[in-house]
């Protein structure tokens, strides 16, 4: 079976807004038919740092932004309690539609992770945000997003919270390009908010970005 892929919708163009327009109308992979629609990154095409979640929850779909549901809003307390700058960052998802399961009218859809294949077929569109963006730092937040950057091999709980060099700087020099930029992984907020300590996973959220706030602060 041929490997789905994104890379026919996404225009050569340097212009967020226009990639975001393209992205509409994305047929990469089979998510799009059971989503709302496409939902891209948001944030400043001048960010410093750009967080890469997993993808669109219900209410993202619902929505059309990135980290508007319940998880968006405990991320946006970490980044405050963490010391960094909302304005100067840009957030997206690894994947750009909502996978989720068959819910019952006026249910909630409830998510399902996405699979390798979805992950590759999407990668053309975070390839060519980070090639507009260009950021010094980026955050992968859970096990979706770190593995679409590192690798399959990715281990979240064994990584998490240290700097690590730019994902494409070495097995995939032409993807995610940036300069002498850093990397920082760690949990995704929707495991804070199933956390039965969630107030500790908070903390060790806050940890983690506070990493990323001291190795911005230092260059």
């Known amino acids: ?60 779909d619902k929505r059309g932004e990135p980290f508007v549901g319940p998880a968006g809003k405990l991320l946006d307390r970490a980044f405050d309690e963490a010391g960094l700058d909302r304005s100067e960052m840009y957030v997206t998802n690894a994947v750009k539609h909502f996978k989720h399961k068959p819910a019952a009218p006026g249910k909630r859809r409830i998510h399902q992770t996405p699979e390798r294949m979805e992950i590759v077929a999407c990668r053309p569109w975070l390839i060519a945000e980070f090639s507009v963006l260009r950021p010094r730092a ?24 240290v700097v690590l060099p730019w994902p494409g700087s070495a097995e995939r020099p032409d993807e995610f390009p940036a300069d002498e930029a850093f990397a920082v992984a760690t949990i995704h907020p929707s495991a804070v908010l199933r956390a039965d300590d969630r107030e500790g996973a908070l903390a060790g959220l806050v940890s983690d970005l506070r990493v990323v706030a001291k190795a911005l602060a230092g260059t």
């Not at 089979?30 to 209410?59: C, K, M, N, W």
């Not at 937040?141 to 690798?151: D, E, H, I, M, V």
């Open 1 to 60: 079976m041929e490997q789905p892929t994104a890379a026919p919708f996404v225009p050569a163009t340097d212009d967020l807004e226009a990639l975001r327009e393209a992205a509409k109308g994305c047929r990469g992979c089979h998510l799009y038919a059971d989503a709302i629609q496409t939902v891209f990154g948001t944030g400043s095409d001048r960010a410093r740092v750009v967080v890469v979640g997993e993808q669109p929850g219900d209410i993202e």
């Open 138 to 161: 980026v955050v992968a937040l859970g096990a979706t997003a770190a593995k679409a950057l590192f690798g399959p091999s990715f281990r979240v709980t064994k990584q998490r919270g």
